[in-house]
């Protein structure tokens, strides 16, 4: 299955991508006011973008044998990425108020460039990792 590694990397980028630019949209209009990043199509176009990424990474996990709670940088990319989908539930639907909503999409945004520099580096500490 290793022959497959290409493609399944660019599926599960290319879904990283997708994922974090609709939740970037969705996220900057619902603190705008906006209702459509509720709506029901938007909702099950990121269920159904984050169920192709999350397929593609337990393919890639299969494929190199690399596992959370085994490698470091996963164990900390996964409990990030947890922390990640609390992030953006608050941001875009249970936040209680504007500055709470506004906190938890601007935390989410961070969350998520830190877990593509974990994913890039294969550390732990992402970019930092330059000076550790």
Known sequence: M?????QIKLVHVSAVLASGALFAVRGLARQLGAAWPLFAPVRYLSYTIDTVLLTAAFMLMTVLHQYPFAQ??????????????????????????????????LAAIVTFGTIVSIARHHHPLGFLSRWS
Do not use: D, H
């Not at 290793?2 to 290409?6: A, L, V």
């Not at 409990?79 to 504007?98: D, E, K, M």
């Open 2 to 6: 290793i022959e497959f590694y290409p």
């Open 72 to 105: 470091a940088w996963l164990t900390i990319k996964v409990i990030l990425v947890v922390v990640y989908i609390g992030l953006g539930a608050f941001a875009i639907s249970y936040g209680s108020t504007p500055r709470m909503r506004w906190l938890c999409y």
